[in-house]
């Protein structure tokens, strides 16, 4: 079954320095691996998505996402993290079954406090 | 283009009542679907459908139901509220060659 993981409910970062939210994931086959992110009181964003191609993939608001295969890890970056970007950040996978739904497996999200 | 709009954006309901959450898209997608978020859960997906008049289980469908008549829109039907189902609710759409799904605004729901 497909699963993904976000260690971390919370982490906090220093206005200016570079962030990381991490993800892991299972899944049979090639993975498709996307990144949302919620302000308060407002619908899931879009950030950016792996399918296939390069293993750095640059998203919305100056976030990429390194995709590695052999960690099976998919975790977001910034090089420099602004107030505005605190918001709760969701990992997810394509889910395989039922096969072309094409559903996404949602993981428990990181929020993120960026610190003036 | 609007995009993926639902509505109430909140509603308090009576256990037992019912209530059909609204949820309408115009861009033309194919795919829809319905999630629940949980403090600490993610999102859970409800229920989905992959064109109209045609609809299928998510991961935790009980005591919902849903109907897919028109592309344009899925509405997500309670039929006898419980306090279980105190959650917000998240409609999401997607095209047909597209993986990203685009979400609307929610529907937060209390069940006293």
């Known amino acids: 079954a497909q699963s993904v993981a976000q260690p971390e409910d919370q982490v906090n970062v220093a206005e200016g320095n570079p962030l990381t939210v991490k993800c892991t994931y299972s899944?049979?086959?090639?993975?498709?691996l996307f990144w949302y992110v919620q302000y308060p009181n407002r619908g899931l964003q879009f950030l950016l998505k792996?399918?296939?191609?390069?293993?750095l993939v640059k998203g919305s608001y100056g976030f990429e996402a390194e995709f590695n295969k052999s960690q099976t890890s998919f975790h977001l970056k910034k090089p420099s993290a602004l107030v505005s970007d605190s918001a709760l950040y969701f990992c997810?996978?394509?889910?395989?079954?039922?096969?072309?739904?094409?559903?996404?497996?949602f993981g428990t999200g990181t929020r993120l406090t960026v610190i003036p | 283009n609007a995009g993926v709009t639902q509505t109430p954006k909140f509603r308090i309901l009576k256990i037992g009542q019912s209530m059909t959450l609204q949820c309408t898209q115009d861009?033309?997608?194919?795919?829809m679907y319905w999630y629940r978020q949980d403090p600490g859960m993610g999102l859970k997906l409800i229920y989905y459908?992959?064109?109209?008049?045609?609809?299928d289980k998510g991961e935790v469908p009980n005591g919902y139901n849903v109907s897919r008549s028109t592309t344009e829109d899925f509405p997500l039907r309670l039929e006898l509220a419980a306090p279980s189902q105190t959650s917000v609710y998240f409609c999401?759409?997607?095209?047909?060659?597209?993986?990203?799904?685009?979400f609307g605004p929610g529907t937060r729901l209390l069940v006293l």
């Open positions: 792996y399918i296939t191609g390069d293993n």
């Open positions: 899944v049979s086959g090639n993975p498709y």
């Open positions: 999401a759409s997607r095209g047909l060659a597209i993986e990203t799904q685009y």
């Open positions: 459908s992959v064109g109209a008049g045609i609809t």
């Open positions: 997810a996978v394509r889910d395989i079954s039922p096969a072309g739904a094409n559903n996404l497996f």
């Open positions: 861009m033309n997608h194919n795919y």
